[in-house]
């Protein structure tokens, strides 16, 4: 990838490796017969387009391990190499679920929220929303929370992945 700076400069940039990693994912026929084989196994009707945004957010709940990067070393994944490993972080997680729902024609926007009001340029999580009935649907799949629910956060950046 390349030298990533500190600071804001640095999560702008690997917001820019993510994004690129979601759009990459989405044209991949593995993640894409992946979200539509989720679909048919639970037997999600076709243009039921919010069932099928919730069977996706609930497949990689349940079967993808929210595990951390190596200490002090911040690991992205593919989302092909997701669905191998079965494990990763929030941006990995987040990587996997967005090129899912990118992949069957989904729009889908990413979240970086921060926790510490003294540092408001200072995010420590991110999660993806995903735009369904005139709306905007936070999707964290990193906790054990329904579809819908957003961190408490302080400070909240979005980028939209077109």
């Known amino acids: 990838m390349g030298h990533i700076p500190k ?20 044209k991949d026929f593995c993640v894409r017969q992946t979200a539509i084989d989720v679909l048919i196994e639970n037997k999600v009707p076709a243009k039921n387009y919010l069932d099928e945004i919730r069977t996706l957010f609930e497949w990689v709940k349940q079967n993808i391990r929210y595990t951390r990067d190596i200490h002090r070393v911040e690991l992205l994944h593919t989302a092909r190499r997701m669905l191998d490993l ?4 929030c941006d990995d997680m ?7 729902l990118k992949a069957i ?4 926007r990413i979240v970086l929220v921060g926790f510490n009001p003294r540092k408001p340029m200072l995010f420590t999580h991110i999660y993806l929303e995903a735009f369904c009935k005139g709306r905007w649907i936070p999707l964290d799949a990193t906790t054990s929370h329904p579809i819908g629910w957003s961190p408490p956060a302080t400070t909240k950046r979005i980028f939209y992945v077109d």
Request: glycine letters at 18%; charged letters at 15%; aromatic letters at 6%.
């Open 7 to 26: 600071g804001y400069a640095g999560t702008r940039t690997t917001v820019g490796y993510i994004i690129q990693l979601i759009k990459d994912g989405a």
């Open 86 to 89: 079965r494990a990763g972080d």
């Open 94 to 100: 987040t990587i996997l679920l967005s090129a899912m």
């Open 105 to 108: 024609g989904h729009p889908i």
